[in-house]
Nanobody, 115 residues
Framework: QVQLVESGGGLVQAGGSLRLSCAAS????????MGWYRQAPGKQRDLVAA???????NYADSIKGRFTISRDNAKNTVTLQMNSLKPDDTAVYYC?????????WGQGTQVTVSS
Protein backbone atom coordinates (compact mmCIF):
# COMPACT_ATOMS: atom_id res chain seq x y z
CA GLN A 1 0.00 0.00 0.00
CA VAL A 2 1.39 3.36 -1.06
CA GLN A 3 1.44 6.08 1.57
CA LEU A 4 2.60 9.67 1.34
CA VAL A 5 2.58 11.56 4.61
CA GLU A 6 3.22 15.29 4.63
CA SER A 7 4.33 17.30 7.61
CA GLY A 8 5.67 20.75 8.43
CA GLY A 9 2.80 23.02 7.54
CA GLY A 10 1.58 25.78 9.80
CA LEU A 11 1.07 29.49 10.29
CA VAL A 12 3.90 31.89 9.54
CA GLN A 13 4.25 35.62 9.00
CA ALA A 14 5.08 37.05 5.61
CA GLY A 15 8.80 36.86 5.00
CA GLY A 16 9.17 33.78 7.14
CA SER A 17 10.13 30.22 6.27
CA LEU A 18 8.65 26.74 6.52
CA ARG A 19 9.98 23.34 5.64
CA LEU A 20 7.59 20.70 4.36
CA SER A 21 8.47 17.02 4.35
CA CYS A 22 6.83 14.07 2.67
CA ALA A 23 7.61 10.53 3.75
CA ALA A 24 6.84 7.84 1.18
CA SER A 25 6.30 4.14 1.66
CA UNK A 26 5.11 1.30 -0.54
CA UNK A 27 6.86 2.49 -3.70
CA UNK A 28 10.31 2.12 -5.21
CA UNK A 29 11.06 5.67 -4.21
CA UNK A 30 14.25 6.28 -6.16
CA UNK A 31 12.38 5.69 -9.43
CA UNK A 32 9.50 8.00 -8.58
CA UNK A 33 9.07 11.54 -9.78
CA MET A 34 8.16 13.49 -6.66
CA GLY A 35 6.29 16.75 -6.66
CA TRP A 36 4.73 19.36 -4.42
CA TYR A 37 1.43 20.90 -5.45
CA ARG A 38 -0.75 23.47 -3.76
CA GLN A 39 -4.39 24.39 -3.80
CA ALA A 40 -5.80 27.61 -2.47
CA PRO A 41 -9.53 27.93 -1.69
CA GLY A 42 -11.55 28.20 -4.89
CA LYS A 43 -8.55 27.57 -7.10
CA GLN A 44 -7.17 24.59 -8.97
CA ARG A 45 -4.32 22.48 -7.70
CA ASP A 46 -1.08 23.67 -9.26
CA LEU A 47 2.45 22.35 -9.44
CA VAL A 48 4.90 24.09 -7.14
CA ALA A 49 8.03 22.01 -7.71
CA ALA A 50 9.05 18.57 -8.88
CA UNK A 51 12.18 16.48 -8.72
CA UNK A 52 13.28 13.37 -10.57
CA UNK A 53 14.86 10.34 -8.95
CA UNK A 54 18.23 11.66 -10.10
CA UNK A 55 17.67 15.04 -8.49
CA UNK A 56 16.72 17.24 -11.43
CA UNK A 57 14.23 19.85 -10.28
CA ASN A 58 11.80 22.22 -11.87
CA TYR A 59 9.80 25.02 -10.30
CA ALA A 60 6.75 27.14 -10.90
CA ASP A 61 7.67 30.67 -11.89
CA SER A 62 5.83 32.12 -8.90
CA ILE A 63 8.18 30.48 -6.40
CA LYS A 64 11.51 30.41 -8.20
CA GLY A 65 14.30 31.68 -6.03
CA ARG A 66 12.26 31.28 -2.85
CA PHE A 67 11.49 27.55 -2.64
CA THR A 68 13.84 24.59 -2.95
CA ILE A 69 12.83 20.99 -3.46
CA SER A 70 15.16 18.16 -2.46
CA ARG A 71 14.97 14.44 -1.84
CA ASP A 72 16.72 11.76 0.13
CA ASN A 73 16.41 8.44 -1.67
CA ALA A 74 17.88 6.58 1.29
CA LYS A 75 15.16 7.88 3.60
CA ASN A 76 12.30 7.96 1.05
CA THR A 77 11.62 11.59 1.75
CA VAL A 78 11.13 14.72 -0.29
CA THR A 79 11.39 18.18 1.21
CA LEU A 80 10.22 21.63 0.21
CA GLN A 81 12.11 24.48 1.83
CA MET A 82 10.02 27.63 1.55
CA ASN A 83 11.62 30.99 2.22
CA SER A 84 10.40 34.57 1.87
CA LEU A 85 6.83 33.39 2.17
CA LYS A 86 4.04 35.62 0.95
CA PRO A 87 0.32 35.65 1.78
CA ASP A 88 -0.29 34.39 -1.77
CA ASP A 89 1.54 31.20 -0.80
CA THR A 90 -1.32 30.29 1.53
CA ALA A 91 -2.75 26.96 0.42
CA VAL A 92 -2.96 23.28 1.18
CA TYR A 93 0.26 21.70 -0.01
CA TYR A 94 0.19 18.17 -1.38
CA CYS A 95 2.93 15.69 -2.08
CA UNK A 96 2.61 13.57 -5.21
CA UNK A 97 4.50 10.54 -6.40
CA UNK A 98 4.43 9.46 -10.03
CA UNK A 99 5.83 6.05 -10.93
CA UNK A 100 5.09 3.86 -13.95
CA UNK A 101 2.36 6.32 -14.98
CA UNK A 102 0.55 5.95 -11.66
CA UNK A 103 -0.03 8.88 -9.38
CA UNK A 104 -0.29 8.86 -5.61
CA TRP A 105 -1.20 11.79 -3.38
CA GLY A 106 -0.70 12.66 0.22
CA GLN A 107 -3.45 14.05 2.40
CA GLY A 108 -2.09 17.59 2.30
CA THR A 109 -0.77 20.03 4.85
CA GLN A 110 -2.03 23.57 5.41
CA VAL A 111 0.31 26.50 4.99
CA THR A 112 -1.01 29.89 6.06
CA VAL A 113 1.02 33.05 5.58
CA SER A 114 -0.22 36.12 7.42
CA SER A 115 0.48 39.65 6.24
Amino acid sequence: QVQLVESGGGLVQAGGSLRLSCAASGINFRFAMMGWYRQAPGKQRDLVAAITGGGSANYADSIKGRFTISRDNAKNTVTLQMNSLKPDDTAVYYCKATIISREYWGQGTQVTVSS
